[in-house]
């Protein structure tokens, strides 16, 4: 029986660990070909050779999505490998906490050229493919902390909501020639998004949130990312919030 994404091709950012890695799988196993992005490229090796065993073609492009030329040319290099691109899922990010004050510029600096001038770059390098083939899906990995925000989150809410707004004005760009962008909000949802946070009791903390009894797991992430690019052509999921139900504050 034919999966229902084959032939459609898929580049992944943040494809070495936790939301970006189970899209990746989860388009893999709908029968997408998929190009991973992320700086680890042991990580993405391991997983393009998980992913070839599923029958699909995949290309590893190491790279650190803070480069802008980085960041381009691994749309340009899926595009050249694949001959197109018809899914995007922009899952690389960070996450960081602390109040203003006590925030490194630097850090704060560092947050928004990953979670939302990471995102930009390749955005940008897709539409020109995109327009010309007259279709394509953009997925934006963002945020609760992309509608919503508390002390102690202002880079990582900044970068969020930065990027909703840049991704809805994307999509009226792009709607009219057959572009779908969507804005994926998850709550919490069992990954290493911990790691990327310097402060050792702020890490510990998201840790705990992000692994507590119903979080969403990631896979579960994956499984509307593939929900929504299988929907008819005409329906465009704009945005869409996926939290766990037990968490209805957060
Ligand atoms: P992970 O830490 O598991 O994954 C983050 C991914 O981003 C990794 O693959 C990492 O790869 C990649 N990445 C980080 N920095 C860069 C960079 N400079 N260049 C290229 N790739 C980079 O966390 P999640 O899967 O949870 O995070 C994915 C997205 O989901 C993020 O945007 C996060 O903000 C968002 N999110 C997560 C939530 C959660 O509860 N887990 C909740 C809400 C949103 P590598 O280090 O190899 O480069």
Same mark, same amino acid.
């Given at each position: 029986?034919?999966?229902?994404l084959?032939?459609r091709?898929a580049?992944?950012?943040?494809?070495?660990?936790?939301?970006?890695?189970?899209?990746? %799988?989860?388009l893999?196993?709908?029968?997408a =070909?998929?190009?991973?992005?992320?700086?680890?490229?042991?990580?993405?090796? &391991?997983?393009?050779?998980?992913?070839?065993?599923?029958?699909?073609?995949?290309?590893?492009?190491?790279?650190?999505?803070?480069?802008?030329?980085?960041?381009?040319?691994?749309?340009?290099?899926?595009?050249?490998?694949?001959?197109?691109i018809d899914i995007l899922i922009? !899952?690389?990010?960070?996450?960081?906490?602390?109040?203003?004050? =006590?925030?490194?510029?630097?850090?704060?600096?560092?947050?928004?050229?990953?979670?939302?001038?990471?995102?930009?770059?390749?955005?940008?390098?897709a539409?020109?493919?995109m327009?010309? $083939?007259?279709h394509g899906d953009i997925i934006? %990995?963002?945020?609760?902390?992309?509608?919503?925000?508390?002390?102690?989150?202002?880079?990582?809410?900044?970068?969020?909501?930065?990027?909703?707004?840049?991704? =809805?004005?994307?999509? $009226?760009?792009?709607?009219?020639?057959g572009i779908r962008v969507c804005?994926?909000?998850?709550? &919490?949802?069992?990954?290493?998004?911990?790691?990327?946070?310097?402060?050792?009791?702020?890490?510990?903390?998201? $840790? !705990?949130?992000?692994?507590?009894?119903?979080?969403?797991?990631?896979?579960?992430?994956? =499984?509307?990312i593939?929900?929504i690019v299988s929907l008819?052509q005409?329906?465009n999921i704009?945005?869409?919030?996926?939290?766990?139900?037990?968490?209805?504050?957060?």
């Open positions: 029986m034919t999966k229902p084959a032939g091709v580049l992944v950012t943040g494809a070495s660990s936790g939301i970006g890695e189970a899209a990746a %799988i989860g893999a196993e709908a029968g =070909d998929v190009a991973l992005s992320a700086r680890r490229a042991d990580r993405l090796e &391991a997983l393009k050779t998980k992913l070839e065993a599923l029958g699909v073609k995949v290309l590893a492009l190491p790279g650190d999505v803070v480069d802008e030329k980085a960041a381009t040319e691994a749309v340009e290099k899926t595009v050249a490998h694949f001959g197109k922009n !899952s690389a990010g960070i996450m960081h906490m602390g109040t203003t004050e =006590d925030t490194d510029l630097a850090e704060f600096r560092r947050v928004m050229d990953v979670n939302l001038l990471g995102t930009v770059y390749t955005c940008k390098a539409i020109a493919p327009k010309a $083939q007259g934006n %990995i963002s945020s609760q902390a992309g509608r919503k925000t508390g002390p102690m989150v202002g880079a990582y809410a900044a970068s969020k909501h930065a990027l909703n707004a840049f991704s =809805d004005s994307l999509r $009226q760009e792009v709607g009219g020639f804005v994926l909000m998850p709550g &919490a949802t069992t990954t290493e998004v911990h790691t990327s946070i310097s402060n050792p009791n702020f890490r510990a903390a998201i $840790q !705990s949130h992000t692994s507590k009894d119903g979080a969403v797991a990631a896979s579960e992430i994956a =499984d509307t593939t929900f008819p005409r329906v704009d945005l869409i919030s996926v939290r766990p139900t037990i968490d209805t504050s957060a």
